[in-house]
């Protein structure tokens, strides 16, 4: 199993320019979740979907856009990169939102927007 | 926000020494779990301990949660250099989930 997979693992944009960042689970999860980690500020959730079909808001949503495309794919998007959008992107999954089951994270994605 | 706080910040100590990284968060919570991640790369689940639960092991690894104190501890026994690594308390909050900003321990051989 590949566990949790992200590409790009590298990326730079230039400002105004749009990418999607692609993530997919083989673990038959329900729930996966996209985080941007900053230094000094932990993780913070972007996005999240409960379950095929579900999407919602985590604390720092503006400037995204998520698709759950299937059970096992989740993609981010940025329509219109800014600098403050430079960071390293996390993709997670859990067997289920409710319940405190783990997250399995992918190794990331670092996007650079100049 | 409810992002929870490690202390301390950064940790160094020796090999075979034991490690205590504290984390306080600020409303109440469903479950709190502890991560690694190494230099680089993807988040690992440690341990996690539920609400009404108040101490845990896993192997090398104790973890307490006061809720009166809104406060978790991760106590790492006889530290190896593999260990070397930032370390997160994650709270889980309704459908939220918040990572602390982390402590970042080094055992040095």
């Known amino acids: 199993n590949a566990g949790v997979t992200q590409t790009p693992k590298f990326q730079v944009l230039k400002t105004g320019q749009s990418m999607t960042l692609q993530c997919a689970q083989d673990m038959n999860h329900n729930s996966m979740y996209w985080y941007r980690q900053d230094p000094g500020m932990g993780l913070r959730l972007i996005y999240y979907s409960a379950s095929e079909g579900t999407t919602d808001k985590g604390e720092v949503p503006n400037g995204y856009n998520v698709s759950r495309l299937n059970k096992r794919e989740f993609s981010l998007r940025l329509e219109s990169a800014a600098p403050s959008q430079t960071s390293v992107y996390f993709c997670a999954s859990s067997k289920s939102l409710a319940g405190g089951y783990e997250q399995y994270f992918g190794p990331g994605t670092r996007l650079t927007v100049t | 926000s409810q992002q929870g706080e490690e202390d301390p910040q950064a940790l160094s100590i020796q090999e075979g020494e034991n490690a205590t990284m504290n984390c306080s968060y600020k409303?109440?919570?469903?479950?709190l779990q502890w991560y690694r991640q190494n230099s680089g790369r993807g988040l690992v689940h440690l341990i996690l301990i539920r609400s009404n639960e108040r101490e845990k092991h896993s192997g090398r690894l104790r973890v307490t949660l006061d809720t009166s104190k809104k406060s978790s501890s991760l106590l790492i026994t006889a530290s190896r250099a593999a260990d070397t690594a930032s370390y997160f308390c994650?709270?889980?909050?309704?459908?939220?989930?918040?990572f602390g900003t982390g402590t970042s321990l080094t055992v040095i051989p």
């Open positions: 994650a709270t889980d909050v309704g459908n939220q989930f918040y």
């Open positions: 409303t109440s919570i469903n479950n």
